[in-house]
């Protein structure tokens, strides 16, 4: 995984690793790392908001 969130160099990296990060559970790091995406990428702020609201569902699941 890469360092830190600059290192990533284009929006399908940063992606694929937030997508693992929910996959394995880590949700507050992809949380971190959606928000990041929005602010980095503008155009992908909708997909990366929607991953957002699908972890907060599974959090509320959780619970």
């Known amino acids: 995984m890469i360092e830190t ?3 990533y160099l ?3 990296d940063a ?3 937030a997508s693992r990060l929910d996959s394995q559970g ?3 790091d992809a ?6 995406i929005a602010d ?3 155009e992908q702020m909708p ?3 929607a991953c957002i609201r699908e972890i907060h569902g ?3 699941l959780a619970r």
């Open 15 to 17: 992606l694929e690793t």
């Open 58 to 60: 599974k959090q509320d």
């Open 40 to 42: 980095r990428w503008p």
């Open 26 to 28: 880590d949700w507050a």
């Open 5 to 7: 969130a600059d290192d």
């Open 10 to 12: 284009d929006a399908a």
């Open 31 to 36: 949380i971190e790392l959606y928000h990041y």
């Open 47 to 49: 997909y990366a908001f």
